[in-house]
Structures are given as structure tokens and as C-alpha cells.
């Protein structure tokens, strides 16, 4: 009797709620769900309102969460925040010239390359095609090869021209206000003021929080914390680990463009099985197109990528990411196509924080209302329904 007093006290910063007694209980948990909800779509619409301006502000605070840990291991070892942020900036600083330096010029030359030959490669791999389907398909390859000549027909672009004329259309529109000296020059001042106030900030955020819901503001939080963490850090570096492996297998094996097949396979390997797809295609198509009719490099590509599942999917991602993130691969598809197209560049940088906020609270919001009178029917079973779902909104 004392407990359930003093759960009742307490409200829902308890935990996700107590025991709700009555409407007016139920009503005060919905009115929570909608209102961080409606916080949450606000902050949406005012990212899409100002996503031009807001870039540099955007990759710097990504990089200030995801460097935070490097920050209080600094600290941690005696340094200054000051300095420690400051740390932090000079090795964001240097590994971005490294990259320019080491890394830029071979893709750029690779990408190049590949839009030149491109057109020639798509007619070897056309007739390697033909060739593999004329031995297999027998009488039914003339209808086979009519469905050919209307798919290569529909691909007859001039590669060369279009190419250029998307990237300066990307260019035009992603940087018309905030350009890439901007970028350069106020993100490493965002991440250093966000890491050196990352404290008293999230101090001044909790004074704020309303007192009967801090303590379930706060595990909302610590949720959404989990999931992006286990996002933008732990698939951050899987995406590295699996970009570079690709990079140098695909390189030694000796596929053209193996480089630029390898870093794109490893950067899109955060949305499941997509980026993996995209790359097997591209890499044994391309390998296929080069190598016919030697079939032997085709099934080494194969193996590297079957490599590169097994080395994901068994080590990489139960050891580095978990199970925290919480993410459905559809949701997270979803989420980058819409933000995507609703805010551009910056939408696709934002979404998958939001998408993984919105998922932590339509979780509560289910709980709240499996456990409610709206769903049982009645006040009594709402309570027992609450009391065997409370819970389980985290799982």
C-alpha cells in the first residue's frame, strides 16, 4: 500500500507512469505523448524552414555528440574541458585534410573515369549478358534479347554531360546561402563551443523540464540517447570498418573503380542490406563487364562481399551497435527518403535523430494507451493492462 502511495505521488516521472486512476490520469499521459510529439514536429518544420542556413550548425552538433566520449576521455585523463575540446577539433581538423589530400583526388579520378567509360562498359557487360543467356535460355533467348535492346535503349544518356549538370545543380541548391568555406570555417567552431559547454548545457535543459515529468523526460531521453548513439557511433564505425575493407579487397582483386564501389558500399552499409545489395550489383557487374570471359574474378568479388556480410552481420554489428538502436530497416529507409525530400542534404543528416526520437515516443504513446481505459474498456482492466506493458516501451 505505501509503494503503490507513493507511485501514485510521483506521477509518471516514475518511470513510464504509474498506474493511471481514472481519466483524468490518462488524459494527463496523453497530453505528455501529444506534446513532445507536437515539440517534436515543430523542431521538423523549423529544420525544413532553415535547412539552407543550417548545415555547418548541423554537422557540427552531429560531430560534437559523436566526439563527446573522446572529449570526457580527455578530461578523464587530466586535461582541461577547454583543452580537451580543443583536442578534439584539431583531430577533427586533421583528419579532414588527410582525407582531402590522401583520399579526394583517387575517387574524383575514379569517378571521372567511370563516367567516360561507362557507356563502353554497360555494351561489354551487354554482351556478356547475351552471351551467358544465349548458352542458357536456347530458343528463348530472342525474346530475352528484345527485353535488352529495349532496357539499353532507355539507358542511351549522355553520361558525360548529365553527370556534371546534376553536380552543379546539387551544388546550386545544397550551398546556395551557407557555402563550403562557411562550412569549413563555423563547424569546427560549433563542435568546439558544443563539446566545451556539453555540461552546464544539459544542466540548463534538465532545470527546465517540468517537475512531475522529469524523471520520465529524462528516460524518454536516455532512450532517444541510446538509440542515436548506438547510430551515429556504432554504425558510424561499422560503416568505416566495412568502407575500408571493401576498398582495399575490391582494390587488390583489380576492379576498376574498386576504391570508389568500396567507400560507397561502406558508407551506405547504414541502412541494412540496401548498401550491401547496391554494391554486390555494381561490383560483380562491373568485374563482369571487365574480366569476360573469365568468370574466376566475377566469383572473387562475390566472395569479398560475402565476406563482408558474414564480418557485419557476426562481428562488427552485435559487438559495436547492439540492439540499441531500434530502428526497423523500413522505418529507416522511410525516414531518409522523406526528410530527404522535404529538407534536402540536411534532412538526411537529421533524420535518422529524429526518426529514432519519434520511434522512442510512439512506443510510450502505446504503452499509455494499451494500458488505458480507451483501449480495455474499463478503468480496472486499463490499470492491470498497464501493469504487464509498463515495462516493455524500451523493449
Sequence with gaps: MRRRRSMASGGIGTGYGPHPRGAHHENRAAGSVLFWLAALTVTAVLIAMLREVLLPFIVGMILAYAL??????????????????????????????????????????????????????LERLRGAVEAIAKERLGDSFAQFKAGIDKSVAGLQIDWSAIVPAVLASLWARGLAVVNFVSLLLITPLVVFYLLVDWHPMLARIDEWLPRRRAGTVRRLAGEIDAAISAFIRGQGLVCLI??????????????????????????????????????????????????????????????????????????????????????????????????????????????????????????????????????????????????????????
Excluded: C
Excluded at 71 to 89: D, I, K, M, N, Y
Design 68 to 121: 563527446n566520449p573522446v572529449a570526457e576521455a580527455l578530461v578523464r585523463a587530466g586535461l582541461p574541458r577547454t583543452a580537451a575540446s580543443a583536442a578534439v577539433v584539431a583531430l577533427i581538423v586533421l583528419t579532414f585534410v588527410l582525407v582531402a589530400w590522401f583520399l579526394v583526388p583517387p575517387l574524383v579520378a575514379q569517378i571521372q573515369g567511370l563516367v567516360e567509360t561507362l557507356p563502353a562498359g
Design 242 to 395: 566495412l568502407a575500408t575493407f571493401y576498398a582495399i579487397a575490391l582494390s587488390w582483386v583489380g576492379l576498376r573503380y574498386g576504391l570508389l564501389i568500396g567507400v560507397a558500399t561502406g558508407v551506405l552499409a547504414f541502412v541494412p542490406f540496401a548498401g550491401w545489395a547496391l554494391g554486390f550489383m555494381a561490383a560483380t557487374a562491373m568485374m563482369l563487364a571487365q574480366s569476360w570471359p573469365d568468370l574466376v574474378p566475377v566469383y572473387t568479388v562475390a566472395g569479398i562481399f560475402v565476406t563482408g556480410m558474414v564480418l557485419d552481420s557476426a562481428l562488427l554489428a552485435p559487438r559495436i551497435v547492439g540492439q540499441r538502436v531500434g530502428l526497423h530497416p523500413l522505418w529507416l529507409i522511410l525516414a531518409l527518403f522523406v526528410f530527404g525530400y522535404l529538407m534536402g542534404f540536411v534532412g538526411m543528416l537529421v533524420a535518422v535523430p529524429l526518426a529514432a526520437a519519434f520511434a522512442v515516443l510512439v512506443r510510450y504513446g502505446l504503452v499509455v494507451y494499451l494500458g488505458s481505459d480507451v483501449y480495455h474498456g474499463t478503468q480496472a482492466a486499463g490499470e492491470a493492462g498497464l501493469d504487464a506493458g509498463v515495462g516493455g516501451a524500451s523493449k
